[in-house]
């Protein structure tokens, strides 16, 4: 075991490797889900074709670059995320248990469940206004652009400038479908998992190792995308306006059924499930190898008094 801090880190690291990899799916996606915002299908004009199409246009006009826009912000959200996971999950699960059995070591798959969902939505909550900021960086193109243009510098340069303009309040906007979304994609991220690998093993006559990960994670990670994906687009469209086009998550979900059609909210998923497949397939495999990474070096760096504790 390494410690809690050792975790962090080793899973912060695993985290951002695989957010590199898979960014431009992500660039592409926001840019999707932007476009022709609020316009019939007929008037909307649609520079972006889909997810390949999208990744070709914007490595031709802009670079491996473009792509990459807001890949900082998109690490500090990360680390955010999995640090809150890692440090509400426990206290939480405790309170709870303690609440409900009045003992703390009792493990309830229920309990644990909405554990690992509050501890989620505490982490999208504290780390909206990096994905806020990512999402303006990711929109911004000096060729196709679609949403509003935003020159942030970077996400400290984002920060001060919302911060100058609109106050914590425009820090915070979108924050409430952002808790939604990784509410929805933590609720039901785990119980998948677990169904496909029982049935993979069932029928399929899987056993425990790498591949059973893998397939699990794919058909864990396919539910959470159909199941995430439009609180997402809401969101991406919380962000993208300042304040004058739509007065709650539920007025914009509504507006872009009416306008664009049912399917409209789910604008961007096949550039979604490009980015969550590799992005759960890596984290998995990636964790491994710096979670030893990790407990070799604590081994090398911490007194032998505090590993007997841990
Ligand atoms: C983005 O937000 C602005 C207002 O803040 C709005 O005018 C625009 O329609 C939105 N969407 C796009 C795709 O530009």
Not at 77 to 106: H, W
Not at 192 to 218: D, Q
Not at 246 to 257: E, G, K, N, Q
Request: a positive charge; proline letters at 4%; one cysteine or more.
């Amino acid at each position: 075991m390494s410690t809690t801090t050792g975790s962090f880190i080793a899973g912060g690291i695993a985290a951002c490797g695989a957010v590199t990899v898979t960014h431009g799916f992500e660039t592409v996606k926001i840019r999707l889900q932007l476009q022709g915002e609020l316009q019939s299908k007929k008037e909307a004009v649609r520079v972006y074709k889909g997810v390949f199409h999208g990744v070709g246009v914007i490595l031709k006009n802009e670079g491996a670059k473009g792509l990459l826009r807001g890949l900082g912000c998109a690490y500090v959200y990360q680390m955010t995320l999995n640090g809150c996971r890692l440090g509400f999950y426990e206290p939480v699960r405790k309170t709870l248990t303690n609440a409900i059995y009045k003992d703390s070591n009792i493990q309830s798959f229920g309990i644990n469940l909405f554990s690992g969902a509050m501890s989620g939505i505490l982490g999208a909550a504290a780390g909206s206004p990096f994905f806020l900021i990512k999402t303006r960086l990711q929109s911004f193109s000096p060729f196709l652009p679609v949403g509003t243009q935003h020159h942030y510098k970077g996400a400290v340069d984002g920060m001060r400038q919302i911060y100058s303009q609109e106050g914590v309040k425009g820090l915070y906007r979108g924050v409430v479908p952002a808790m939604i979304r990784t509410g929805f994609g933590s609720s039901v991220q785990l119980p998948t998992y677990f169904f496909a690998k029982r049935r993979l093993v069932k029928h399929l006559g899987m056993e425990e190792g790498m591949p059973l990960h893998i397939a699990s994670s794919t058909a864990s990670g396919f539910v959470v995308c159909c199941v995430m994906h439009p609180p997402d687009t809401v969101m991406s469209r919380m962000y993208n306006q300042t304040g004058n086009l739509y007065s709650s998550a539920f007025d914009c979900l509504y507006r872009t059924v009416k306008t664009e059609g049912v399917l409209a909210v789910y604008k961007g998923f096949f550039a979604h499930l490009a980015r969550i497949l590799p992005h759960t397939i890596l984290t998995l495999t990636l964790a491994e190898q710096t979670n030893r990474l990790m407990r070799k070096v604590e081994d090398r760096i911490l007194p032998p008094a505090v590993k007997e504790k841990i």
